[in-house]
């Protein structure tokens, strides 16, 4: 019987690790597809991401690239409030693993809400919402994953290629907000391109790194996840 539990969970953790993935990819794909429909020339070092999900562009419509872009945002964010918790069985050999894993889910739940709040709140209709919640998806999304690498690190069976990954995306996420911080200002073009393509950088390995986590959870709970390489 307990064998069957931990099988049955496996599967479902196994299901969500797979929609990580999905998660991960659709969004790069849908955004890219976005880009297609987008009104004009989208100017992509100049442009931010967020331009994508306007429902009008210079009065004209942008309906579907809107959708297409705020959906993929929506399914990133739901992606992200379901990996980390199912990563909490990994770590339960010790308490810091257990607490900081549980504090890590609660910052990725909160980091995925965020996220859903983004893409509904395009940002040429709800500015002020926009521009407040963003911000947050990068901060949450921070302190997810720097508190799960302290379990991955005390966890000797979870493997270290994946904690090496946490590790850096920690690193170049703290190295782009604070370039985007104490960088040159949006209001000049030089300042403009800069904080587009370090924002676009973060974006995408944001989730790069999503899309990889996910990938280790897929293989640590398979069969012979002693195998992983």
């Not at 980390?84 to 995925?112: R, Y």
Request: with cysteine; net charge neutral; charged share 10%.
């Amino acid at each position: 019987m307990k064998n069957l539990k931990i099988q049955l969970r496996k599967n479902w953790q196994q299901r969500v690790f797979l929609f990580g993935m999905i998660g991960s990819i659709q969004f790069l794909v849908l955004s890219g597809v976005a880009i297609i429909f987008y009104p004009g020339n989208y100017l992509f070092f100049n442009e931010p991401l967020s331009y994508l999900g306007f429902t009008h562009i210079e009065g004209e419509s942008n309906l579907i690239a809107g959708f297409l872009f705020n959906s993929s945002m929506f399914l990133l964010g739901i992606s992200i409030i379901a990996l980390f918790p199912s990563m909490i069985p990994f770590f339960n050999s010790t308490v810091p693993e257990k607490w900081f894993s549980l504090a890590g889910s609660i910052f990725a739940i909160f980091s995925g809400i965020a996220m859903v709040g983004a893409a509904l709140t395009p940002g040429d209709i709800n500015y002020e919402a926009h521009i407040l919640i963003a911000p947050y998806t990068f901060l949450f999304g921070i302190l997810m994953v720097a508190f799960f690498t302290v379990p991955m690190i005390l966890n000797k069976d979870y493997p270290r290629q994946y904690t090496l990954v946490a590790i850096s995306y920690v690193f170049i996420m703290m190295i782009c907000l604070s370039l985007l911080s104490l960088g040159p200002a949006y209001d000049t073009p030089e300042g403009q391109t800069f904080q587009v393509t370090t924002q676009k950088l973060a974006i995408y390995w944001e989730v790069l790194t999503l899309f990889v986590l996910s990938l280790g959870g897929l293989r640590y709970t398979a069969p012979s996840h002693s195998d992983i390489i």
